[in-house]
């Protein structure tokens, strides 16, 4: 009984002893491990994706293919809450007249393309009397929003002028934008077809999207619109007699600081900036702290409809 005591003894004390070790051990290879891994008990949860999600209007806005110089306006012009404002959809088909260097463009051929609309762009007259300059922006245009198919899709492309024929085929696109535009067209003296090319391209139930720097309606509206102001009164009435509904107003793109009183016009101010009259030497002296202070212009944001 006595060695069987013992022996007893002998195996309490060794089994202690592993159970001792095995805790220490143990101990030892989690402090091992934490330090190897960074605590990873008290680590934060991986990052989700950075950025908006692909394909949203969100996306689109904030795009890394955007220049600097471009996305600084968008303090002036707001385009997410713009095209919100109209009622942009990501399937629809969009016809945008005379986009210029393509600053909308850059926004809305990515997102259209993601959400499986189009984008159409009229752009300025071709042909061997066409402007050299508006010759020049359409070719850089054209070569821009072709040379990427994985983020600009597939563009249209048409024209739009005194004697151009259909913007975009009849009764097809979804939406139509005239985006501080019109005064050009005024100028020109084909206001009347623009919004009568626009009408004829929408669908019914189409909407008509239009951004003009805004005359006050106290003053007396220029036919030709020589400083690039318009009467908020005079496009209802040009869209009216085309057959638009007026659907809503928004102050978006309001700016109070527009004094609409500019030397050289509404170009005076950013981002035209002219110094002196237009095909005129630049003017190194003309102080133009005043319209930087400004800013850009002040505009009407009108949503008319094509009636079903």
Not at 93 to 102: A, D, I, K, N, Q
Not at 125 to 140: C, F, K, S, V
């Amino acid at each position: 009984m006595a060695d069987f005591a013992a022996n007893q003894d002998r195996v309490s004390r060794r089994t202690l002893l592993a159970g001792a070790t095995g805790l220490a051990l143990a101990g030892l290879g989690a402090s091992l491990s934490g330090c190897g891994r960074g605590e990873e008990k008290t680590a934060a949860p991986p990052a989700g994706p950075q950025g908006p999600p692909e394909g949203s209007l969100e996306w689109a806005v904030a795009g890394a293919w955007r220049t600097p110089q471009d996305k600084a306006r968008d303090a002036f012009r707001h385009p997410m809450e713009t095209l919100r404002f109209f009622g942009l959809q990501p399937r629809m088909t969009v016809l945008e007249f005379w986009p210029g260097s393509g600053w909308y463009t850059e926004i809305l051929a990515p997102y259209l393309n993601k959400g499986a609309g189009a984008y159409v762009a009229a752009l300025f007259p071709e042909g061997p009397t066409a402007d050299p300059a508006q010759a020049a922006l359409n070719a850089a245009f054209r070569a821009r929003f072709s040379s990427d198919r994985r983020l600009y899709g597939e563009p249209r492309f048409s024209t739009f002028g005194a004697a151009s024929g259909p913007a975009a085929d009849p009764g097809t696109a979804d939406m139509a934008l005239f985006m501080r535009t019109l005064h050009g067209w005024m100028a020109a003296g084909i206001a009347e077809k623009a919004f009568a090319d626009a009408y004829a391209a929408l669908k019914p139930g189409g909407v008509l999207g239009v951004e003009q720097h805004r005359l006050g309606p106290e003053e007396d509206q220029d036919p030709v619109a020589a400083n690039g102001y318009v009467q908020e009164a005079f496009v209802r009435q040009l869209a009216a007699e085309a057959g638009f509904v007026f659907v809503a107003a928004s102050e978006i793109n309001a700016n109070d600081k527009d004094t609409k009183d500019h030397p050289f016009g509404v170009d005076t101010l950013p981002p035209m900036r002219l110094t002196a009259p237009r095909g005129e030497p630049a003017d190194p002296a003309f102080d133009r702290a005043p319209y930087e202070e400004i800013g850009e212009s002040d505009r009407m944001t009108l949503k008319f409809r094509k009636p079903v």
